[in-house]
């Protein structure tokens, strides 16, 4: 089992930052690929960022790509999400996700391939 909880959300002004922070606990975090979500009322759950088991590469939707970026701390179980030049379309239920890595390579971009998720941290964007 893995344990996820975000932090960092709030209110923030369009054109602001805000960086989310999700630590992980319950299985050794350098064999945890690792996912961001979003969702907002009345949408489905949409990817944001992940990430590899060490860091080496990163996946990015267009709609939130040079704006959001997505980093990991192996020593301390830990993955943020920087976001700049937030708008008001990024007003969502953040989720952090996690999975065990394979040695083949997987699908990062579909919130299907975690099997863990966190509780979720709200991100509201003011225009």
């Known amino acids: 089992q893995v344990q996820l909880v975000e932090s960092g959300g709030g209110l923030v002004q369009a054109g602001g930052s805000l960086r989310l922070s999700c630590a992980a606990s319950g299985r050794t975090f350098s064999r945890l690929v690792m996912g961001w979500f979003r969702q907002a009322p009345g949408k489905e759950r949409e990817f944001v960022a992940s990430s590899t088991e060490n860091g080496g590469s990163t996946y990015y939707p267009d709609s939130v790509k040079g704006r959001f970026i997505i980093s990991r701390d192996n020593a301390k179980n830990m993955v943020y999400l920087q976001m700049n030049s937030l708008k008001a379309e990024d007003t969502a239920v953040y989720y952090c996700?996690?999975?065990?890595?394979?040695?083949?390579?997987?699908?990062?971009?579909?919130?299907?391939?975690?099997?863990?998720w966190g509780q979720g941290t709200q991100v509201t964007v003011s225009s």
């Open positions: 996700a996690a999975d065990i890595a394979s040695p083949f390579g997987r699908v990062l971009t579909v919130a299907g391939a975690y099997a863990y």
